[in-house]
């Protein structure tokens, strides 16, 4: 690739004993650059730091970016020809810093200049040069007998080549003499014209002395330099001075003093005159009416000239910079002075000074100004006030960085804002609703929008960096809650949250337990997140479900949601309550007895469900599982306590849980079983006669055996044989009568009546009734008595038997027992 260099982009300049060429910015900046003399047989000949001060070559930057390269009209390498100095330069740019395919320029500038003076000083900024007419001293006087001779050989020795033998410095020590040669190595820059003699020395030569001068310091180097010319060796006083300081600042004002009459310049000489006092900006001389309209004040007493620039003055210039990473300026203004002289040692002196002056650096805290509207919802803030030399580069939303366009992308739109005098502001426009304006909720209605954005600035072309935050806080009136409803099913209670727009950082939690996705999942919590709203399903028996009351007809069973901001505080809380009817977990049956299942519980660590209680501790559960146990007691029983409403009986009684140890329950259920003790139950109910009776009548003998037996076991009867059974009065005797041959367990035998007669003639008298009409004969001391008749192996059906008791007795005749009957 070859780069052209257009002629537009370079520019040149004589000004008086100096020249200039100007790069300029739009083309040059961001240029590797590299600036060589070329001598006098095409040689280019590279000018780094060291050769510009030795052959009097300067190179900077000036106003926004422009590089001015300056050159002594007697620089090393410049061409003289009748008193036309010319000087070609050859400027290689490239935009890499090994040079590579760099374009080259030569650049030749020719600048007459003339008449001399016999001494000419200038001061540029990195050099000191003097240069001191040659004279041939008239020695007429000393050749009065041949001064033909001298007329012939006087043009000859003024013409003839000359060269310089030796520099005698004059140090406060003594005299230090350099050859030529070693001179030049020491960096001094030594040459002669036809009619000049040359001596140029930087600032930070060896030789150089700090001189005082009406306080103002000057660099000043003393020197004679001896050369040679035909047969003559000759000396010429090539003294230089140059004030290193004496620029003085207050906040609106830069002073510059340059005393008259230096003596480093003046030895041997009395009597002085001022010729002329100018000064200028940028080497451009200004007229007294221009010095005053930019309010410029040149002060010449007889002891020093005095320069008093008000500071941000026409000429000056505003410049960029930072410093701990803040932004400031500082005002800029190229003085120079020339000053000539006449005195009765050196005829006349012109003496050229080159003063850049920058003021210290100013702090300029950026104006951040809000013009934010909030009933169009937009954030606007302008930045500023920056000089053309800033550029924004970037910005810092949320540790993301991104350029100028790219911000566009996330919402930011920001653009230059130019005021008439050329300084700038950027303003950043972006609405409420990006989602990289924070917002925060910080009351009922009221949000917080914030922009948090840092500006990213770079300074031309010194490429210095800073930043500047910017934070807009913006309270407005449109916040809305989340709010909630719920709804159960048969085993799942239900949570909808609508968010609101408060909630972007808030998170919902049931109990502790942050609700992601993921939480969700492993708790097999159905989450459905839509952006605006979301639902979650927790079913009857998770964990974070807590159990409020069990009653015979069901359990209370709540859902409670927190909605937690980022410093994990309470900002707002649902809950869903329902009455669930699952399986039976009290059973209240008829007889008193009541069953309940106690579960287990969220919240309760580690509980063991085996240790759960009844109000009398001492009644454990019938059965356990891992999360639930069942206790089945009478209401009488466990410490059950029993009261009357109305028309109920209610039985309660508590299943608890105590940690061990502890006589507080962690966990407590009532339970209850309602008994219903006045009621009215409307029944309806038909009737139907019974069928009548069917009689199927039939006619046949009872076979019927009475016996007589031993004793009360009725286990013994008396044989036929064994009769007349012999007793005693009052002796019992042990009847009994029994149906034969029927199997109809149906048939009961009753006795009806029995009584015993003296004869065998059942009518004859007298008679003693033992049973009438079934029932016992219960005359006194004779009472006769029925005993009970069991099945057993003899007795298959007890109805077919009865059995009865009598005492022994005798029937009495005319006040007489009959014995033995
Ligand atoms: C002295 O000046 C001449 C003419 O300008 C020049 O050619 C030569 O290079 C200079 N010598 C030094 C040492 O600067
Ligand atoms: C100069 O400016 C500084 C800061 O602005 C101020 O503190 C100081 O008083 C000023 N000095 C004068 C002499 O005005
Ligand atoms: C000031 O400078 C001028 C030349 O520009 C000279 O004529 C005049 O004498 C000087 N004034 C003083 C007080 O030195
Ligand atoms: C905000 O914008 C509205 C609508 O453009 C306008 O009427 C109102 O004056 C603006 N308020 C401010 C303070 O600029
Ligand atoms: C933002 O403020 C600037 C400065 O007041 C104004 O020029 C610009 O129009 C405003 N932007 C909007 C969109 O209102
Ligand atoms: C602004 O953002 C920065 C970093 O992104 C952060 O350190 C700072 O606290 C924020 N300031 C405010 C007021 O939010
Ligand atoms: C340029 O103009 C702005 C706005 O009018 C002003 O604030 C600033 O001080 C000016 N800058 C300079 C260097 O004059
Ligand atoms: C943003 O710009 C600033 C100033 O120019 C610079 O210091 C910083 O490195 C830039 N940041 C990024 C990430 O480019
Ligand atoms: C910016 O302007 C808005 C709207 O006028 C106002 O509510 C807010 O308080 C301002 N912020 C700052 C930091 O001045
Ligand atoms: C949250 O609760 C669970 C169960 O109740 C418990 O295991 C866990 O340690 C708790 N976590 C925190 C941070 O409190
Ligand atoms: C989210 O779901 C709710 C119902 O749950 C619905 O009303 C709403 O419109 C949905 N929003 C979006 C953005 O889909
Ligand atoms: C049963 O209820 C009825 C009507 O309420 C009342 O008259 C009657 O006295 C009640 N009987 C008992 C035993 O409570």
């Given at each position: ?705 009475l016996q007589l037996y031993r ?6 009867s008396y044989m036929e044989t064994e009769y007349p059974v012999v007793k005693y009065l009052k002796e019992a005797l042990y009847f009994e009568v ?13 006795l009806?009546d029995c009584w015993s007669t003296t004869s065998q003639d059942r009518d004859s008298s007298p008679q003693w009734s033992i049973i009438t009409?079934?029932?016992e004969n219960?005359e006194d001391a004779y009472q006769t008595t ?18 009865f008791e009598v005492k022994m007795f005798t029937f009495m005749q005319d006040g007489k027992a009959l014995l033995e009957q």
């Amino acid at each position: 690739r070859c780069l052209n260099i257009s002629l537009g982009s370079l520019s040149s300049e004589c000004l008086g004993n100096l020249l200039r060429v100007i790069l300029h910015s739009e083309y040059f900046e961001d240029k590797y650059l590299t600036f060589a003399a070329v001598d006098q047989f095409g040689i280019a000949q590279e000018i780094d730091e060291t050769l510009a001060a030795q052959c009097g070559y300067t190179i900077e930057y000036n106003y926004w970016g422009n590089i001015e390269f300056r050159a002594s009209i007697l620089s090393c390498h410049t061409h003289i020809e009748s008193d036309v100095y010319t000087v070609a330069i050859q400027i290689q740019a490239a935009t890499d810093p090994d040079m590579k395919n760099a374009a080259t320029h030569l650049k030749t500038v020719r600048c007459p200049y003339g008449p001399w003076h016999s001494r000419e000083l200038v001061c540029e900024t990195n050099y000191m040069e003097v240069s001191v007419k040659r004279n041939v001293p008239q020695i007429t006087d000393l050749l009065q007998d041949e001064p033909e001779d001298w007329a012939l050989a006087f043009p000859e020795a003024t013409a003839g080549a000359v060269s310089i033998w030796q520099v005698v410095f004059h140090l406060p020590t003594g005299r230090k003499a350099l050859l030529a040669s070693d001179a030049l190595h020491a960096g001094y820059g030594l040459n002669t014209t036809d009619t000049r003699i040359l001596l140029r020395a930087p600032f930070n030569a060896a030789e150089a002395q700090l001189v005082k001068v009406q306080g103002v310091t000057f660099s000043a180097v003393r020197a004679s330099t001896f050369y040679k010319q035909r047969w003559m060796i000759l000396m010429v006083d090539t003294a230089v001075a140059c004030p290193v300081d004496g620029v003085d600042y207050t906040n609106e004002t830069i002073t510059w003093t340059i005393p008259k009459n230096l003596q480093p310049l003046s030895a041997g000489a009395t009597i002085f005159s001022d010729l002329l006092v100018e000064m200028g900006v940028d080497l451009h001389k200004l007229a007294a009416r221009e010095t005053a309209s930019r309010k410029y004040v040149l002060l010449n007493s007889t002891d020093a000239i005095t320069i008093q620039i008000p500071i941000g003055a026409e000429g000056g210039y505003y410049k960029t910079h930072v410093s701990e990473g803040q932004h400031g300026t500082k005002y800029n203004i190229n003085l120079f002075l020339e000053h000539q002289w006449e005195d009765n040692r050196w005829g006349v002196t012109k003496h050229t000074i080159i003063k850049k002056i920058e003021t210290p650096f100013k702090l300029v805290p950026p104006t951040i100004t809000n013009y934010t509207n909030s009933s169009i919802r937009l954030v606007n803030v302008t930045v500023g006030i920056f000089l053309p030399d800033v550029e924004l580069v970037n910005l810092t939303i949320d540790a993301t960085t991104v350029t100028v366009p790219e911000a566009l992308q996330y919402g930011y739109k920001v653009y230059e804002t130019r005021y008439p005098n050329g300084s700038k502001g950027y303003v950043i426009e972006t609405p409420f609703d990006v989602p990289l304006i924070k917002k925060e909720y910080l009351t009922e209605d009221t949000r917080l929008y914030t922009l948090n954005v840092t500006l990213g600035f770079d300074v031309q072309p010194t490429h210095e960096t800073f930043s500047v935050p910017v934070i807009i806080i913006s309270p407005v009136q449109d916040a809305v809650l989340p709010s909630a409803r719920g709804f159960c099913d048969k085993e799942n209670l239900y949570l909808t949250v609508i968010r609101g727009n408060v909630d972007q950082n808030w998170l919902p939690f049931i109990s502790n337990l942050s609700l992601s996705p993921e939480a969700a999942q492993k708790h097999n919590y159905r989450l459905d997140d839509n952006g605006t709203h979301f639902t979650i399903r927790v079913p009857l028996y998770a964990p974070h479900i807590l159990y409020e009351e069990i009653h015979p007809s069901g359990i209370r069973a709540s859902l409670h949601l927190t909605m937690k901001d980022n410093t994990l505080a309470d900002m707002t809380d649902f809950s869903i309550s329902c009455r669930f009817s699952p399986e039976e977990l009290i059973e209240c049956l008829p007889n008193g007895t009541m069953s309940i299942t106690a579960l287990k519980l969220a919240g309760i660590e580690d509980l063991d469900t085996s240790l759960f209680v009844l109000r009398d501790r001492q009644c454990r559960p019938a059965t356990v599982t891992e999360k639930s146990a069942t206790f089945i007691f009478s209401v009488n029983t466990c410490g059950t306590s029993r009261k009357f409403e109305n028309t109920v009986m209610i039985y309660e009684n508590d299943v608890s849980y105590f940690r061990p140890g502890s006589t507080t329950p962690i966990y407590q259920l009532k339970c209850e079983c309602h008994y219903i003790i006045n009621e009215t139950i409307f029944v309806q109910y038909g009737t139907k006669n019974n069928p009548a009776p069917s009689i199927n009548p039939g006619f046949g003998t009872l076979a019927l055996i009475l016996q007589l037996y031993r004793d009360k076991s009725y286990s013994d009867s008396y044989m036929e044989t064994e009769y007349p059974v012999v007793k005693y009065l009052k002796e019992a005797l042990y009847f009994e009568v029994e149906l034969l041959q029927s199997e109809d367990p149906q048939l009961e035998l009753y006795l009806e009546d029995c009584w015993s007669t003296t004869s065998q003639d059942r009518d004859s008298s007298p008679q003693w009734s033992i049973i009438t009409n079934s029932c016992e004969n219960a005359e006194d001391a004779y009472q006769t008595t029925f005993h009970k008749v069991d099945r057993n192996s003899r007795v298959k059906f007890p109805t077919h038997l009865k059995r009865f008791e009598v005492k022994m007795f005798t029937f009495m005749q005319d006040g007489k027992a009959l014995l033995e009957q």
